[in-house]
Each structure stands twice: as structure tokens, then as C-alpha cells.
């Protein structure tokens, strides 16, 4: 299976305190994807990293990407309480045609004020 | 900002009866998809959508499920018989390229309950 598996399944931090989560897939990928739901949400799309980038940033955020562990971790700093929601990752697989992203089970992360 | 758009936000329905949720794509989006997502799982892929026909579909996309872009704005999907099991929040998303480093933009999603 291509599908991406987060851990922890629960995080529970305090305001100001950095998350980190992490993701593990099982077979060659072109991109992984993190998501964030809201609880009753959409998936909002956070962050892209392709399989040649080791690590990027966006605000807060910062991605890194390990092809040879298949792995990915995500890492909020300075978290706020606003950050609490579900965190998924997702891959796109490398061939057959499909660009479909397949959904890990997601991280649910707290942040208390 | 532009946005994916779904209604209902909330549909109740009989087993057995015939439901059609409908999404708003962004605008200039070529590629249409569905996920559904039951409480507490994983979001599941369903089928994605390209000049107006599948382009790709999941085992769980089977002859109860259509989608149709009736216009040049909506994007539809129906269950024809809904079973208890279809109770999940459907999400419709949409994106420019449909590559696989193209952005899918998902909607608020559209919880069905099936009783």
C-alpha cells in the first residue's frame, strides 16, 4: 500500500511548545503532502515537499523528507491554540499514472492555551 | 481568495434513497474530485474528473455512485441507493493542473447521515 501513516495517532502540547509529528509510507513516492482538518472541516493544504527537496518551510512550518527511511516529519513551532487540529500526510505515488494522494489515519494534535 | 463550495452542509436520508451532493469547483479548476471520510478513518479516495469524464475511480466507487458536471460550474455526486455505510462526510476538491504536484483544493465537505 502507497498510503502514508502518521504517529503519534494524538498530541497534546502547550502554547508555545513546538509539535512534531511524523509519517512513514511504504514504496517509492513523487511528492508527500501534509494536510490540516479542523474538527467538521475540509483538508486545508499546508505544505509539498518533493522526493529530491530533504526539507522546506513555510512560516511555521517545516517539512523534511527522508526517501531512503520513507519518512516525513512536520514540525509546528511556537504553536498557538489555533494550530489544534487533525494533521495528515499524503503521497502521490511515482508511477502508473495516478496522481492520486493517499491519506494517512492523521495526527490529532492539542494545543492548550 | 477563491474557494470549493459543497451543499448541503448536513443531508439526512432514508436507506435506500437516492442523494446528489453538489460542489462548487474554484473557477478556473480543470480537475474535479470526491473523497469521502467515515468518522474516525482515513480520507478515501473516490473518483476524479476531466473533461467531463472519470479519469480515475476507486473500489469504492461502484455502480451506486455517478458524478456529472451538469454545467459549467457544479460538480455532482449521487448515490442511487444509499446504504447505511455511506454515512461519512463527502468531500468534493478541485485543482488547476491535476499533476501530481498540483494543490488539491477540498470544499467544507457535505456530512451524510444514512438512518
Known amino acids: 500500500s502507497q498510503q502514508g501513516e502518521e504517529d503519534p495517532q494524538a498530541l497534546s502540547i502547550q502554547e508555545g511548545e513546538n509539535a512534531t509529528m511524523n509519517c512513514s509510507y511504504k514504496t517509492s513516492i513523487n511528492n508527500l503532502q501534509w494536510y490540516r482538518q479542523n474538527s467538521g472541516r475540509g483538508l486545508v493544504h499546508l505544505i509539498l515537499i518533493r522526493s529530491n527537496e530533504r526539507e522546506k518551510h513555510s512560516g511555521r512550518l517545516r517539512v523534511t523528507l527522508d526517501t531512503s527511511k520513507k519518512s516525513s516529519s512536520l514540525l509546528i513551532t511556537a504553536s498557538r491554540a489555533a494550530d489544534t487540529a487533525s494533521y495528515f500526510c499524503?503521497?502521490?505515488?511515482?508511477?502508473?499514472?495516478?496522481?492520486?494522494?493517499?491519506f494517512g489515519r492523521g495526527t490529532s494534535l492539542i494545543v492548550h492555551p | 481568495e477563491p474557494e470549493v463550495t459543497q451543499t448541503p452542509s448536513h443531508q439526512v436520508t432514508q436507506m435506500g434513497q437516492e442523494v446528489i451532493l453538489r460542489c462548487v469547483p474554484i473557477?478556473?479548476?480543470?480537475?474535479f474530485y470526491w473523497y469521502r471520510q467515515i468518522l474516525g478513518q482515513k480520507v478515501e479516495f473516490l473518483v476524479s474528473f476531466y473533461n467531463n469524464e472519470i479519469s480515475e475511480k476507486s473500489e469504492i466507487f461502484d455502480d451506486q455512485f455517478s458524478v456529472e458536471r451538469p454545467d459549467g460550474s457544479n460538480f455532482t455526486l449521487k448515490i442511487r441507493s444509499t446504504k447505511l455505510e455511506d454515512s461519512a462526510m463527502y468531500f468534493c476538491?478541485?485543482?488547476?493542473?491535476?499533476?501530481?504536484?498540483?494543490?488539491?483544493?477540498f470544499g467544507p465537505g457535505t456530512r451524510l447521515t444514512v438512518l
Open positions: 476538491a478541485s485543482s488547476d493542473l491535476g499533476g501530481a504536484t498540483d494543490t488539491q483544493y
Open positions: 473557477s478556473n479548476h480543470l480537475y
Open positions: 499524503a503521497t502521490a505515488p511515482t508511477s502508473g499514472g495516478s496522481y492520486i494522494p493517499t
